[in-house]
């Protein structure tokens, strides 16, 4: 059974108290999540699909291991990487890549012309690597909202030249019990039993982008990508940006004599104090920009937030209040 781990809490339960000497108490319940081989009929990517994707693929390979007679053999195989720009960007799974050989790695589309790479921008959050060759009119890849794949979906998984189709089959969470972490960190899993290769590309049925086959075996969905291809395109760099608070979420505030329900962000660690214009230490973080927070999406509500500034609905002190905070550029190591 080929299967990837994949991840969405099905349930969560957390009280915060509001009395300042005692602890925010979290706990989380989850069923752990598979993606397995499709045994349905459909067993065969649309003829047509792969050929469309195939166009948007490349392998790239590491120039120092090719042998003297211009063989590319498959341990010189670095990964495959897609096109994320019509002008040559692409985005390629590697997150434990030689930076100092990067520029001897050479690339091989799908008409096996050969291309050098020119440029490398190394995402350090996650893990995929940016290349640039010199061309144009490229076909760039279109991409899937991770969040709109539910159980049951039917998905295409790529490496070395092979397709198989995999099945949404249940959801879990990278979340642990009250673990305080960066309200930008991801909290979806998806995994795969037995391991497909690191870097698989994650497509579905029309040939969308999904997302890459991460390092620990969870999918890295696409989002990171549509979230950095506006700095990558015009300034070459990678550049996170939002609020730097740490926490956890929770559901539910509970007072002396009532239970508030909620879906938040516990504030266990801010770079300024609880105020009229900034978030600290014990606010809970309810909305971003109007929006309902949705906890194990947050990487992309924070990360994905334009602007100089965020909109942020906070509950302190048993009342909610408005903040405008600036947004700043994240260390996301």
Not at 281 to 308: F, M, Y
Request: aromatic residues 8%; charged residues 15%.
């Amino acid at each position: 059974v080929l299967g990837l781990i994949a991840g969405i809490a099905c349930a969560f339960v957390a009280v915060a108290w509001l009395l300042p000497t005692m602890p925010v108490n979290i706990s989380f319940f989850s069923p752990i999540g598979v993606v397995q081989r499709n045994v349905q009929t459909l067993v065969n990517i649309d003829p047509l699909v792969a050929q469309q994707v195939g166009q948007r693929i490349v392998s790239v390979y590491d120039g120092n291991t090719i042998l003297k007679s211009g063989v590319y053999t498959q341990n010189a195989l670095v990964g495959h990487a897609i096109f994320v720009s019509s002008d040559g960007w692409l985005a390629l799974y590697a997150p434990h890549a030689n930076m100092n050989d990067d520029l001897a790695w050479r690339v091989i589309d799908n008409k096996n012309i050969v291309y050098k790479v020119i440029r490398a921008v190394q995402d350090s959050l996650s893990g995929i690597v940016y290349l640039k060759i010199n061309g144009s009119g490229f076909r760039v890849t279109p991409f899937l909202d991770a969040g709109s794949i539910s159980i049951g979906n039917s998905l295409w998984a790529y490496a070395n030249g092979s397709w198989q189709n995999v099945r949404v089959d249940r959801i879990d969470t990278l979340v642990s019990k009250k673990t305080e972490q960066p309200i930008w960190k991801r909290m979806l899993a998806y995994n795969e039993n037995p391991k497909l290769p690191i870097g698989t590309l994650l497509v579905d049925s029309s040939g969308s982008f999904v997302g890459f086959v991460g390092a620990s075996g969870d999918m890295l969905p696409s989002f990171y990508i549509n979230n950095q291809i506006s700095s990558l395109l015009t300034h070459g760099t990678i550049n996170y940006t939002g609020i730097g608070v740490y926490g956890y979420p929770v559901q539910a505030i509970q007072s002396s004599s009532t239970t508030r329900v909620v879906s938040g962000w516990y504030v266990t660690k801010s770079r300024t104090s609880a105020s009229k214009t900034t978030v600290g230490v014990g606010d809970i973080i309810e909305k971003i920009n109007g929006q309902t927070l949705a906890p194990l999406r947050l990487a992309e509500q924070i990360l994905g937030a334009s602007g100089s500034a965020i909109h942020v609905t906070v509950f302190r002190n048993g009342e909610e209040s408005d903040i405008l905070v600036p947004v700043v550029s994240l260390k996301v190591r």
